[in-house]
């Protein structure tokens, strides 16, 4: 269970490896349950359908790992990252017609 109380808002902004300078609209973290994991929502408002925005939240997702791993905000000796739960608010008057799944964007092999 989700403790709200918990609800911490994350710095958004982020230096990628190009040493430019990445944001994205906003991100929290909050408890859940009795331990102190780390879930990471990313909210990006959209006004037009952008194709590639599956590939765009996965940049925003690696520049937010960047970050925890270099800012050493992982707490302890972590095995793994944190969940992180990308959502896309669509506001357009179009219908969305993007792929929702990065998998439809990459050839198969």
Known sequence: QL??????KY????????????????????????DWLYLYILLE???????????????????L????????????RPKRLPAVLPIVLYNGRKRWTAPTNLMDLIEPA
């Open 65 to 76: 790992y960047q970050d925890l791993i270099h800012s050493r905000q992982l707490p302890g």
């Open 45 to 63: 408002f959209q006004s037009g359908v952008h194709r590639f925005m599956a590939g765009r939240l996965l940049t925003y997702i690696d520049l």
């Open 11 to 34: 710095p958004t902004e982020f230096i990628d490896d190009r040493l430019r300078n990445r944001r994205s609209d906003v991100i929290w973290r909050v408890r859940w349950g009795f």
């Open 3 to 8: 403790d709200l109380t918990t609800l911490e």
